[in-house]
């Protein structure tokens, strides 16, 4: 059976050792009183909840899955479930970051991300109910109107009701400017809403009262194409003028997805016959409120594969020192046994130096992104507000592809640790796999992140956004930059940097002669991008390590942040010049090729 500990130590550290958010938050009215102890007694709560309420439940939720009664529509949640997201409702979880004006807590989005890393560490199947509230919950306070707010936000804030995002069909995934669902204008200013939506992940359940369904739709003389896409709000249950619960409204669960993991996850068909709805912002302009769901989704996504790696990383390192297998190539190490603990073999080390680099480098960047977006947010500075959003704009895509690509090698390495055992179902990993393989395909594919990167964040812009990334790699080498003790973490970062720059100008010429170019080299792209966020994340981290052991702290906490850093950038960072150079191999291979693909 697998374990799970929570990482408070590495979360710690990064808030505040390498961002000093709290120092960062004093700028902030909003969260000036945030202090390090109030922070760290909520991750030590929330380490708990997660270890001790939802990881329990991942191996029993995905044995019995969610079960859909045909007559009533309605869905069963696996064992155990139901219970445990009403101790996260009693404990306030929901509200961690949420506005107090709705009933939130208002606290910084650095400590709610934290919260789900542990939560998707435990039990991703389970996370994704309460988590999907937040993209309906982010885009009704984006766009929705003050009717609307105070309709719905105080119940999706509490917990009380959970939010869905409606978007995919069975004829277009990504591409929402094929969809076909209707909205008819009705003489009391509602909707009357038809259609059919497919993967919506908790769309149904019995954990609550109501379900908050946002759904993307048609009206009669909406343009083709996304520019006539418009945003609706639909419940389950209609709501009274009193705020209780009316009538049934006509938007079930019509199937549940047969999938190869999240199997506690109810991924459910909707089907909306005359469903009652409410405009969310402007008509046809429905995209907007969109990207808040998506933008939220894609951080989130990430964010899911970040805690599988970490919760697959530490029981295989668990395995790797409990396991006997042959002798070490050095000599012996455990006298006393039949055979070593295979730990000592270089190529498990490797797997698992792996995982515990996509791991660390993961959570700096997902607790980097969180905090520009406090930043944007809630910084009384517009300068300050607008940097961050172009950055966190920027980093959106690289959350997402990076982080479950990376996600995908962790899992699967850290199974292979196991062996055969890995294979078995009783040990855990091969769940982890399962689960971690849906992260890369939904909220946009890693292809289409790729292209949202490189042909609208960064040539869309002339590549202002990645110059202002471009600014933080030279500040830290103007810092570093004649540190000996710094020279292997900064060198091979800084010259990276430079070669972005050559290497985007290339792409971005290629592909003003032949769009496709951009298309070809675009998937390399963003992982070249991501190790470069990496590798400057990680000399941060190495940064403060170095100083804290300079010091004289003697904590080995910082050799081992100093270890992991050299590993990634001996064995993983050196990919990019093999992915720059099959970028610049262009799309020719690709596109000449119709025999083939015949």
Not at 399 to 407: I, Q, R
Not at 445 to 471: E, I, P, Y
Not at 544 to 563: C, E, H, M, W
Request: charged content about 20%; proline content about 4%.
């Amino acid at each position: 059976m697998p374990s799970y500990n929570p990482p408070l130590r590495d979360m710690q550290f990064l808030m505040h050792e390498v961002f000093k958010v709290t120092d960062v938050y004093q700028a902030m009215p909003q969260h000036a009183e945030v202090d390090a102890d109030t922070i760290n007694a909520v991750l030590e709560e929330a380490g708990k909840f997660a270890a001790n309420v939802t990881f329990p439940l991942n191996i029993s939720g995905d044995e019995e899955g969610c079960h859909l009664d045909k007559t009533t529509h309605e869905v069963t949640t696996p064992k155990g479930y139901k219970e445990a997201y009403a101790q996260f409702v009693e404990g306030g979880w929901p509200a961690l970051s949420c506005d107090t004006k709705y009933g939130g807590q208002g606290l910084p989005f650095v400590v709610n991300s934290a919260l789900y890393e542990m939560l998707n560490s435990a039990n991703q199947a389970w996370t994704m109910y309460p988590g999907l509230s937040h993209g309906a919950y982010e885009a009704l306070h984006a766009h929705g109107s003050p009717e609307l707010q105070a309709k719905y936000l105080p119940k999706l804030t509490s917990g009380e009701w959970t939010g869905t995002m409606c978007l995919t069909e069975p004829h277009c995934g990504t591409d929402l400017g094929l969809l076909r669902s209707k909205a008819e204008p009705q003489a009391d200013g509602s909707y009357k809403i038809t259609g059919n939506k497919i993967f919506i992940s908790a769309g149904e359940h019995d954990f609550t009262s109501n379900i908050v369904h946002l759904v993307l739709a048609r009206l009669p003389d909406a343009p083709a194409g996304s520019k006539g896409i418009s945003l609706f709000v639909v419940p389950k249950y209609l709501v009274n003028a009193d705020g209780s619960l009316g009538e049934r409204n006509g938007i079930y669960c019509g199937g549940l997805e047969h999938k190869m993991g999240i199997k506690s996850n109810a991924t459910a068909q909707i089907v909306m016959e005359d469903a009652v709805g409410e405009l969310v912002g402007q008509p046809n302009k429905g995209l907007q409120a969109m990207f808040v769901m998506m933008n939220a989704a894609r951080l989130g996504v990430g964010n899911q594969s970040l805690g599988l790696t970490e919760v697959a990383f530490q029981n295989a390192l668990a395995y790797a020192k409990d396991r006997l297998q042959m002798r070490s190539l050095s000599g012996t190490k455990a006298k006393d046994k039949p055979a070593d603990p295979i730990i000592v073999h270089p190529d498990v080390r490797r797997m698992l130096l792996t995982a515990k680099a996509y791991a660390e480098g993961g959570r700096a960047l997902s607790t980097f992104c969180a905090l520009l977006i406090d930043q944007e947010l809630n910084h009384p500075d517009e300068k300050v507000r607008s940097d961050s959003a172009d950055l966190v704009a920027l980093l959106t895509p690289i959350v997402k592809a990076f982080l479950t690509d990376n996600g995908w090698i962790a899992t699967t390495q850290s199974q292979q640790v196991f062996g055969g055992h890995g294979f078995i179902k009783e040990w855990g990993m091969e769940q982890y796999v399962r689960d971690n393989r849906i992260n890369m395909i939904y909220e946009g594919t890693n292809g289409v992140q790729a292209l949202d990167l490189l042909g609208r964040k960064v040539l869309g812009n002339q590549g202002a956004s990645l110059k202002k990334f471009g600014k933080l790699i030279a500040k830290l080498v103007e810092e570093e930059g004649v540190n000996e003790k710094m020279s292997e973490f900064i060198t091979p970062v800084a010259m990276l940097g430079e070669q972005m720059t050559k290497f985007t100008t290339e792409i971005g010429f290629k592909g003003m002669q032949n769009p496709d170019e951009v298309g070809a080299a675009s998937v390399d792209y963003l992982r070249v991008a991501g190790h470069l966020v990496f590798g400057y994340l990680f000399a941060r981290m190495a940064q403060v390590s170095l100083r804290a052991i300079a010091d004289g702290n003697t904590d080995p906490f910082y050799v081992a942040k100093l270890q992991v850093a050299r590993f990634y950038f001996a064995k993983l960072f050196p990919e990019t010049a093999t992915l720059m150079r099959t970028a610049r191999a262009g799309g020719k291979t690709l596109m000449d090729s119709d025999a083939a693909l015949a």
